[in-house]
């Protein structure tokens, strides 16, 4: 899926990460935080809320987010979206896991693998894969 540059909501969040790589978290969740009020669309708020997730202060807000940001990926009718789907239902399923709900941690971990052979071949792929992997092994010894 491409993202236009010159996006105002792309731009609020490329700003947002430039923030976190400063160590400026506050400045970063605000930017993000600003792209969802202004989200106008589906893709919009899948960013918006996808970079909002990780600024949330407990794993509740962060799963409620997390899923936020999959629910508005999935109203996307763009064939290259499914490669988001790994990363995102990974994210959902690791706040599960934290929370010690094991059985939705396992059932997002599957669906996460279900959507694995979406994932690029190179470095961030085998991230997500791995990230996978290691979920379902911590689950399968609990």
């Not at 909002?52 to 990926?73: G, M, P, T």
């Not at 490669?83 to 059932?107: G, H, P, Q, V």
């Amino acid at each position: 899926m491409q993202f236009d540059p010159a996006n105002h909501i792309v731009k609020l969040c490329a700003q947002g990460i430039y923030f976190e790589g400063e160590g400026k978290a506050e400045e970063a969740r605000i930017n993000f935080q600003k792209a969802w009020d202004e989200a106008t669309n589906h893709t919009e708020k899948f960013i918006s809320a996808h970079y909002l997730a990780r600024h949330q202060n407990s794993v509740a807000e962060k799963l409620k987010w997390d899923i936020i940001s999959l629910q508005s990926a999935l109203k996307i009718n763009d064939e290259e979206m499914k490669s988001n789907y790994s990363s995102l239902y990974l994210n959902i399923a690791k706040c599960f896991e934290e929370m010690k709900d094991l059985e939705n941690a396992r059932t997002n971990y599957l669906l996460a693998l279900s959507f694995s052979d979406s994932l690029p071949k190179d470095g961030y792929g085998r991230m997500i894969k791995s990230g996978i992997t290691a979920g379902m092994e911590r689950l399968s010894k609990m």
